[in-house]
Nanobody
Framework: QVQLVESGGGLVQAGGSLRLSCAAS????????MGWYRQAPGKQRELVAY???????NYADSVKGRFTISRDNAKNTMYLQMNSLKPEDTAVYYC????????WGQGTQVTVSS
């Protein structure tokens, strides 16, 4: 089992920044890719960014150049630095980790006001 706990969400004005954290615990050995997803009201959950165990990253087109995903394996923590936030970034953000299956965190709310 892998437990994931997100933190760092909140309310921010458009153009502002937030940094999300995802702390992993439990059977974290051999976690492969980790990622951030988001789900806005009435919409499907979508991939925001992911990072592999070797540091390869990929981003959704909508966040490229504004968001940066990183991973500190020594701290078993993944981060999402979000800059130049827009109202359309408002969503619940979920952390995910792939090991023998996909594990999810409980989510953290990000609200961007215009």
């Amino acid at each position: 089992q892998v437990q994931l706990v997100e933190s760092g969400g909140g309310l921010v004005q458009a153009g502002g920044s937030l940094r999300l954290s995802c702390a992993a615990s439990g059977s974290i050995f051999s976690i492969n890719a980790m990622g951030w997803y988001r789900q806005a009201p009435g919409k499907q959950r979508e991939l925001v960014a992911y990072i592999t165990s070797t540091g390869i990253t990929n981003y959704a087109d909508s966040v490229k150049g504004r968001f940066t995903i990183s991973r500190d394996n020594a701290k078993n923590t993944m981060y999402l630095q979000m800059n130049s936030l827009k109202p359309e970034d408002t969503a619940v953000y979920y952390c995910a980790a792939d090991r023998n299956r996909r594990y999810w965190g409980q989510g953290t709310q990000v609200t961007v006001s215009s």
